[in-house]
């Protein structure tokens, strides 16, 4: 008597314990960094284009180095505060043929986007948005990690070949 007694709490315990296996988040709610499209907790970010642009030119006309830019969409998917300067706290860039340390960020290299860059987006809209670093040189590749905001906890990595 106490075996079936003790075979059925057990069997009631595991089948509470099945239903409590903590929430089912769908995939769009995983941390991702694939084919130019970032997923993190409150937002989503497309990168939609990216270039080199030489010291001097338009988008780099103080720089002293040449420098990797890139250009994104950004969409606020939760209820916390998101604006374009939030892709800043999960992109980093790296350009490992000559260093393992990261890119130093350069001034914004489409100025026709900077006076909307802090501005909130609210729930489910989005905003476009621009970011740049400074490169080592212009043949090596470049590596853009995506991280999980507030950590460099890495949650993807995709290369960018210098044309």
Excluded at 124 to 131: E, I
Aim: hydrophobic content about 40%; proline content about 6%; some cysteine.
């Amino acid at each position: 008597m106490k075996k079936i007694f003790a075979l059925a709490l057990t069997l009631i315990a595991v089948i509470s314990l099945s239903g409590c296996s903590g929430q089912n988040k769908s995939s769009s709610d995983t941390p991702s960094f694939r084919k130019n499209f970032l997923q993190v907790k409150n937002f989503q970010l497309k990168i939609t284009k990216t270039a080199v642009i030489p010291a001097g030119e338009t988008g780099n006309e103080f720089g002293k180095k040449p420098i990797f830019a890139l250009w994104y969409t950004i969409k606020n998917t939760g209820i916390h505060k998101v604006s374009p300067v939030s892709a800043a706290s999960v992109l980093r860039a790296y350009q490992p043929a000559k260093s393992k340390k990261q890119l130093v960020a350069a001034p914004l290299p489409d100025q026709d986007l900077a006076p909307k860059y802090k501005v909130a987006i609210k729930k489910n809209q989005s905003a476009k948005g621009s970011m740049a670093w400074n490169l080592y040189d212009t043949k090596s590749p470049i590596k853009i990690h995506g991280v999980k905001a507030g950590t460099n906890q890495i949650i993807g990595v995709q290369t960018y070949s210098i044309k």
